[in-house]
């Protein structure tokens, strides 16, 4: 607030503005606490699947945007009303994976996109994707429901491996958009905004078992 000029969260945007407390419930774990007052999609932005609790954690993600990475023992923000009535969270989704151990990574990894995912599509598909087949029945022309393996052939490196399937040539596979280059910025994109940047995945392979062609996605952006 100070770099803003802002001296008091009043001065903040809606929803922002209604922040009564901000404390600390256990290790890692933050919990802000907003007005009864709290009205879901006062601006009228919200897509017609999204609810509160979707509001709220995008609400928890920026709030972990903005100290997350100067505070690497954090893992979760959580946003609620007063009276607990709407509440919504946004978490690293860590494991406590040792770093050495690259299968552990790896599944890590893998853990905090689907997590990401949920936060995403959770509400889209009306209940928690907890395998990848609940995502295929909700978006099958998506490639990222065909997933099959993610492994780590190094430290800070990510393979993973999709089956063929009606993905291919359809909604997210296109002349100007190739299936396994969607794959590839969107994992990373989503992996990296969970994991502090210690802990990220610098580059994302992505392949398609059976085919030659492959995806390269870097920390810094596309492979060239």
């Known amino acids: 607030m100070a770099n803003s000029g802002i001296k008091s969260v009043k001065g903040f945007l809606y929803p922002y503005n209604l922040i009564d407390s901000w404390e600390s419930t256990e290790a890692g774990h933050l919990r802000i606490t907003i007005a009864n007052s709290y009205k879901f999609n006062q601006d009228g932005s919200a897509q017609r699947y999204e609810t509160a609790t979707d509001e709220l954690r995008t609400m928890g993600l920026i709030m972990f ?32 994976a040792d770093p050495s151990d690259l299968d552990a990574w790896a599944n890590e990894k893998y853990v905090q996109w689907l997590d990401a995912m949920n936060d995403t599509y959770e509400s889209l598909c009306g209940k928690r994707i907890k395998k990848l087949s609940d995502y295929r029945s909700c978006i099958p022309t998506d490639p990222h429901a065909y997933v099959e393996s993610v492994s ?45 940047s210690t802990e990220g995945v610098d580059k994302l392979t992505v392949l398609v078992v059976g085919e030659d062609d492959s995806s390269v996605e870097t920390r810094f952006g596309p492979e060239e």
């Open 152 to 196: 780590a052939p190094a430290r800070g490196e990510l393979v993973v491996k999709l089956v063929p399937g009606i993905w291919q040539n359809n909604t997210y596979d296109t002349p100007t958009m190739s299936g396994i280059d969607f794959v590839s910025s969107n994992m990373s994109l989503k992996i990296n905004g969970k994991a502090h």
């Open 65 to 96: 945007e903005s100290i997350g990475e100067d505070s690497p023992e954090l893992e979760k923000v959580t946003v609620q009303t007063a009276n607990g009535s709407r509440t919504g969270s946004y978490s690293r989704a860590r494991t406590g």
